[in-house]
């Protein structure tokens, strides 16, 4: 058994001073301790997906990252992981517990995924070692983990046994929740707009040091046919994940930030909101186009018609929140977006469809990354 500062102490040396995750109980120790320590930045995810979105983002603004979570959480992890970290090439030191380790009594719960945990990580490209049980130990360990990351670009983790890491407690400061934000109804019912028509508004629109982050499917494919430029990132998977990409951005520069979501992808991981209202990012705009279907697979319904996105918003702590319908509506909207209180989340009902014979990006996704993150720095 280690006490936690043990391993952050060398870790902050080598520049990892960013962690987001989803705790659990053999991870007390060292998220406790994180979140004690000033010099350094700990965001609670909703989900461990979305913990690894946070990272990827952090990453692209120049921060090293720390990813913690229970192995039960690796099934939330394996979609962000494979079709965002694995695409773009995007590193991340994690460290997985090892619930229902074979040998020693555990819930009901964690029995498969004990026996599975390191063939998984495996199966999924994720190189792992155990997390270190002496002092000693550790600088070998993150020495080990750093040369993987950097030998391929991609996650890394240490699995932490049961009792691991010493408990030192928890100094956390009193959450207060600010006040509730204002919304703004632009819609008039008129005819909506194509999702493309929108996109050449908002190009028109956006101001050139904005960081710009297209949600997967049409969005991301539209954007790069319309106009390609080194500050955008076309997310090709990780369907949900743009909104917790674009707030691990928004936490780590100053410049505008700007994701462009889907009402599918929001959908799916509709605890992002909460944690972006937590986190209050000051940069952060949130643009939602909602056609009410999945565009990419054939135009299936989603439940968007019985969901206000701007008053979810709002409800999560976003200092702002607009619903649109036209784009009319829709240039005020943003511009009172980047003007105005933020984060602000942007409701833009659209039609469906797209353009026809849409390409994809040409680019590929790890020389995207690369080049944004050369953008934000």
């Known amino acids: 058994m280690i006490s936690a500062d043990a391993f952050l102490r060398p870790a902050r040396a080598r520049g990892f001073d960013f962690y987001t995750g989803v705790p659990c109980s053999f991870l007390t120790p060292l998220i406790n301790r994180v979140i004690s320590e000033p010099a350094l930045d700990y965001v609670g995810a909703a989900s461990e997906g979305e913990a690894v979105a946070i990272a990827a983002g952090a990453w692209l603004a120049g921060r090293k990252t720390v990813v913690m979570g229970q192995n039960s959480g690796l099934g939330n992890m394996v979609n962000p992981l494979t079709s965002l970290n694995f695409p773009f090439r995007i590193p991340t030191l994690m460290m997985i517990t090892w619930r229902g380790q074979p040998g020693l009594a555990d819930e009901p719960q964690h029995e498969l995924m004990g026996e599975i945990t390191a063939s998984l ?92 982050i297209a949600t997967t ?3 991301g494919r539209e954007l790069f046919t319309l106009a390609d430029r080194p500050q955008q990132l076309y997310q090709v998977g990780s369907m949900g994940c743009a909104a917790a990409m674009g707030l691990g951005v928004a936490l780590n520069t100053e410049r505008p930030v700007v994701v462009i979501d889907g009402d599918g992808a929001l959908l799916m991981k509709l605890g992002t909101l909460a944690t972006i209202g937590a986190c209050a990012p000051r940069n952060l705009v949130h643009l939602v186009l909602d056609n009410g279907v999945h565009d990419s697979t054939g135009g299936q319904a989603t439940v968007s018609a019985s969901v206000d996105f701007a008053d979810a918003a709002l409800s999560c702590g976003y200092a702002a929140g607009i619903a649109c319908d036209e784009l009319a509506g829709f240039e005020r909207a943003f511009a009172q977006a980047l003007a105005g209180p933020k984060p602000c989340l942007v409701h833009m009902r659209i039609k469906p ?4 014979n849409l390409g994809r990006p040409t680019i590929k996704p790890k020389d995207v990354a690369r080049r944004f993150r050369a953008f934000l720095a």
């Open 121 to 212: 990580l495996a199966l999924i490209g994720v190189g792992h070692a155990a997390f270190p049980k002496r002092d000693g130990d550790v600088e070998a360990a993150l020495e080990a983990a750093e040369r993987a990351m950097a030998a391929d670009d991609l996650p890394f983790a240490l699995v932490l046994e049961k009792g691991a890491v010493r408990d030192d407690g928890l100094e956390q400061p009193e959450r207060v929740p600010p006040p509730r934000g204002e919304r703004t109804e632009l819609s008039r019912g008129g005819a909506r707009a194509a999702r493309v028509a929108v996109l050449e508004r908002f190009l028109a629109l956006v101001p050139e040091p904005a960081a710009v």
């Open 217 to 219: 499917g049409k969005s």
């Open 353 to 356: 469809g797209s353009v026809a």
